[in-house]
């Protein structure tokens, strides 16, 4: 699928490209036990693949889906399972989505033969009610939110219809499981916290150092492919000029972009994008010619909240 970079040449282009510190940390976290991005060839020609490299799995995939009678909101879960540093396998479950998918979920934890006491750590990208309504299937694990998101819940704007006021009552829950994480924490040898900021006051991403590149894991800092190509954040309820940015600081980092709301993608040389796997979804409900029925491009326009030039962080 990626064609490994071939020799030590090809090792800066990883830690250099944002100025970004990841290919640092990696190399003090252990290199050639972990950070081994170079895919060295055995005398065969095999590729050696290190096992304690971190890797990043899509659990459920996230969809651009809308209507105009509002959102579906199905956004990515995605596994993220590493070494610890007493060498112990963790797993790191990124967003969980809202209740309507708790069925599927399960079903696709099962299919893996993992339960939801199978996750040691839940990254909340940002507290929107589509990416964290199922915190509590996970009753074990550690909950990772930027202090910022922890802070703007307590006080939501009036027009914020992704944190509307109950989530503070979901948050608040959690308290005693919360651990803030701002840019450059590490949660495991090889992957870290990004600061995304703009869609939502705290959106933070995680970047991993996999066998084949750095995955960047989004969130709706980079909801779609479109997102990436244009620059521009499609949704923003905190402030759009850090929104936009935190899309080029993403990009510029990420080999493989984990969207919010999208399958994930490759970002090729010449700003393309080119999705992993294939799309795959069943609509029940409704017939495909069925009077009544429009399928339509999303608007190109990024939608801006009402009212965003009035956000604040409270004290
Ligand atoms: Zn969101």
Redesign the pocket.
């Known amino acids: 699928m990626h064609a490994a970079p071939a020799g030590p040449a090809a090792r800066p282009v990883y830690g250099s490209r944002a100025g970004w510190g990841l290919l640092e940390s990696w190399n003090t976290a252990g290199a050639g036990v972990y950070g081994d991005l170079e895919h060295p060839r055995t005398p065969e020609g095999g590729t050696i693949v290190r096992l304690t490299s971190p890797s990043v799995e899509t659990i459920l995939d996230g969809y651009r889906l809308g209507s105009d009678q509002g959102s579906v909101a199905f ?1 990515a879960v995605t596994l993220v399972q590493g070494i610890d540093d007493q060498g112990s396998l963790k797993r790191i479950l990124v967003d969980t989505g809202h209740t309507g998918r708790r069925p599927v979920l399960d079903a696709a934890l099962r299919q893996r033969g993992l339960t939801r006491d199978s996750i040691d750590v839940l990254v909340c990208t ?1 507290a ?1 009610w ?2 964290i309504e199922n915190l509590d299937m996970f009753p074990g694990a550690e909950v990772i939110l930027h202090p910022d998101e922890r802070r703007y819940v307590r006080h939501p704007h009036r027009n914020d219809s ?1 944190c509307p006021e109950w989530i503070d009552a979901v948050v608040s829950r959690y308290e005693d499981r919360i651990r803030t994480a701002e840019e450059g924490t590490k949660l495991l040898p090889g992957v870290e916290v990004v600061a995304a900021p703009g ?2 006051a705290g ?1 933070i991403a995680l970047a991993v150092a996999t066998t084949d590149g750095i995955a960047v894991i989004a ?2 800092s980079i909801q779609n492919t479109t997102v990436a190509e244009q620059r521009r954040n499609s ?1 923003v ?1 905190w402030n759009e000029r850090q929104a936009n940015e935190s899309v080029a600081k993403l990009v510029a980092i990420g080999d493989i972009i984990y969207p ?1 709301h999208d399958l994930p993608f490759r970002m090729n040389p010449d700003g393309s994008t080119e999705y992993l796997h294939d799309f795959e979804l069943t609509i029940t409900g409704v017939e495909p010619g069925q009077p009544g029925l429009t399928l339509t491009e999303p608007p190109f326009e990024p939608e801006i909240m009402a009212g965003i030039e009035e956000q604040r962080l409270p004290d």
């Open positions: 956004c940002h929107h589509d990416h992704g869609h939502s959106t969130g709706d949704l309820f919010g």
